[in-house]
């Protein structure tokens, strides 16, 4: 038998699985790590605390598995995405925390490149949004805030990469310097068209090309992680961004299939093949992968918020002793009670991308209980979900039928049943719902002869429960009218 490890860096975690030639888990290992909020919309993580929990959780795992080190043939990594590290090449030391994709520190610098470069020179070319959101000007902060910076970015002193570039720097001891071609589209720095840097997004954000690191395919020969961290030289032959990776786990070979995670936020992608769509609408067109030269393209609608409301109900409103009670709490009463909630805690991402929203609860009466809120917040991921998910129906003119669904949340049956009845599809939960860190196991034992083709992979996801609509579209309907209202009103209060 051969195994395959998998190392999936989290926004709240670092977790990492080993995954038998059946595609079965064998075992895992995951630790947190602490968030920083220094100032209002800052978010940051100290880059060497994630470097430490991936290496404790890949001993950990290895360890507890008790598989033999030789059938390991080869480590796949995912990452959370965007998530900007600037360091100093000699020393190998950040030079600046690891800003978080939530992280609005750099809205000013995005409002200023909207004015002066507009919106469609950015994204015809990235086929991004132009957002905090994205890597770009979040280098651009770490340029222009810590001191000496820009001038030694000018001298080739520093390196620049997303968790997934970091790791496998810190992993080799400084010999790799390389991304694959889906977190690269994540930069807000790559033309996805001509799949390479773009010289003209560089000069315009000021970064130099000699931060960057050279661009692979999504499974390739990224080269090595050191014999120190798992007690073997292991090659790393699998790389893509978290939500890519989920896609590649929910096994979304052809064009038209959908999955959507449910975690921190709510990540929806649709497999759109070869051509890119430009969305009008705000949806994302993102590289998905691109396997031996060939390119596959998504549309993505991020929603920030999912399951960190579920987190904020529990812990700031102390209404939830774990965020799974949120079934059972908001089971106690058989609809919302006419209550509404608008998570929109950073701004709201797609389709409306308006930063300057807050979040807000609606329609609240003296009869209103904990079960109704609770039951209001679990039902604004299925609303947000049914937002993207009608535009991307529209602009990929592709028939949705069937939504593969993974995620923390997605283990909660009442919100998967709420959004069967939304969405008007089925909903289709796998076995395991870490479809993450499968992904960039398959895609890692794809590139090194574990796995034959994407048809054998296919054939190893395993469905745990397919939830159907069961009610009236037109009662579905009314719903969502009122949330559409609630979204209305709360973009109005600013
Ligand atoms: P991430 O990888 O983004 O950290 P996960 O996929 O681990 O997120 O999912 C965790 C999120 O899902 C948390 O925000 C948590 O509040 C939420 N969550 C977990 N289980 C449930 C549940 N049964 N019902 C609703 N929300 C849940």
Redesign the pocket.
């Known amino acids: 038998m051969k195994f395959v490890l998998s190392i999936d860096q989290?926004?709240?975690?670092s977790r990492v699985i080993l995954v038998n030639q059946l595609g079965d888990v064998v075992s895992s290992a995951q630790q947190e790590f602490p968030q920083y909020f220094p100032n209002p919309g800052f978010v940051l993580h100290d880059p060497i605390e994630i470097f430490d929990s991936v290496v404790h959780s890949l001993k950990k795992c290895i360890e507890s598995s008790k598989v033999n080190i030789q059938d390991i043939v080869s480590v796949g990594i995912t990452n959370q995405r965007e998530t900007t590290v600037v360091w100093n090449k000699h020393t190998g030391i950040p030079i600046y925390p690891a800003i978080v994709w939530q992280s609005r520190q750099s809205e000013e610098i995005i409002k200023n490149w909207i004015q002066e470069f507009g919106i469609d020179f950015i994204q015809q070319k990235t086929g991004l949004v132009p957002d905090a959101y994205f890597s770009a000007s979040k280098i651009t902060w770490i340029l222009k805030h810590v001191e000496g910076a820009s001038n030694m970015a000018l001298n080739g002193d520093l390196l620049f990469g997303t968790i997934d570039t970091w790791l496998m720097w810190k992993l080799s001891s400084g010999k790799i310097h390389a991304t694959d071609v889906s977190n690269a589209s994540r930069t807000m720095l790559f033309d996805i068209f001509k799949m390479q840097w773009d010289q003209e997004l560089l000069e315009a954000f000021g970064i130099p090309q000699s931060m960057l690191p050279i661009v692979l395919d999504t499974c390739a020969d990224f080269g090595s992680i050191n014999e120190q961290y798992c007690g073997k030289e292991l090659p790393i032959t699998g790389d893509a961004g978290d939500q890519q990776a989920a896609l590649f786990g929910q096994t979304c070979f052809t064009p038209g299939l959908v999955k959507n995670?449910?975690?921190?936020?709510c990540f929806m992608l649709m497999n759109i093949g070869q051509k890119p769509v430009i969305s009008h609408n705000g949806l994302l067109t993102t590289v998905a992968w691109r396997i031996q030269g060939e390119i596959t393209y998504a549309l993505e609608g991020s929603v920030f918020v999912a399951?960190?409301a579920?987190?904020w109900i529990?812990d700031q409103l102390g209404f939830l002793p774990t965020?799974?009670d949120?079934?059972p709490i908001a089971a106690m009463v058989d609809d919302n009670g006419g209550v509404y909630f608008v998570p929109a805690f950073v701004g709201l991402g797609a389709p409306y991308w308006d930063q300057d929203a807050r979040g807000a609860f609606f329609g609240l009466t003296r009869g209103s209980t904990k079960a109704h809120l609770t039951r209001a917040v679990?039902e604004s991921m299925a609303f947000q979900t049914r937002d993207v998910m009608q535009l991307m129906q529209m602009e990929s003119d592709l028939p949705i039928q069937e939504v593969f669904v993974d995620?923390?949340?997605a283990?909660?049956n009442l919100?998967m049943q709420f959004q069967a009845n939304q969405l008007q599809c089925k909903v289709n939960r796998p076995q395991n719902t870490e479809s993450t860190a499968l992904g960039a196991a398959f895609l890692a034992g794809l590139h090194s002869g574990v796995w034959k083709d994407l048809e054998e992979i296919h054939h190893m996801r395993k469905v745990d429960k397919v939830f159907s609509p069961s009610c009236e579209v037109g009662s579905a309907d009314s719903l969502y009218q009122r949330w559409n209202i609630a979204v209305e009103a709360c973009r109005l209060f600013k």
Not at 10 to 13: A, E, M, N, V
Not at 261 to 265: A, F, R
């Open positions: 989290g926004t709240t975690s995670t449910y975690g921190t936020g399951g960190s579920v987190q529990r965020a799974s949120s079934e679990l995620g923390g949340a283990n909660n919100l």
